[in-house]
């Protein structure tokens, strides 16, 4: 099995900051890409920011000079910083990965929990 969890969501004012973190878990061989996403309430869930296992990284335009994705590939973790929080980024943030279990099956996503980030005065 593998298990993707998050962590340090919350509430935070507008103009504040958050880091999030998600740590992948169990039969892993290799994790391609990582990314998070976010899905406010009535809406679909749509893309934040990935990196590539080369560190290579890619962000939605709104949040490009805000927000910054990491990864640890030592530890399995992705990181979203998130900077100079907007009321629009209220939103559950779903952790995914692209991994591959073993030499032998394919690389398939898996996604964490989702942790709540709420911001607002």
């Known amino acids: 099995q593998v298990q993707l969890v998050e962590s340090g969501g919350g509430l935070v004012q507008p103009g504040g900051s958050l880091r999030l973190s998600c740590a992948a878990s169990?039969?892993?061989?290799?994790?391609?890409?990582m990314g998070w996403y976010r899905q406010a309430p009535g809406q679909q869930r749509t893309l934040v920011a990935t990196i590539t296992s080369g560190g290579g990284t890619n962000y939605a335009d709104s949040v490009k000079g805000r927000f910054t994705i990491s990864r640890d590939n030592a530890k399995n973790t992705v990181y979203l910083q998130m900077n100079s929080l907007k009321p629009e980024d209220t939103a559950v943030y779903y952790c995914n990965a692209n991994i591959k279990r073993t030499t032998w099956t394919s690389y398939r996503d898996y996604w964490g929990q989702g942790t709540q980030v709420t911001v607002s005065s």
């Open positions: 169990g039969s892993i061989f290799r994790i391609d890409a």
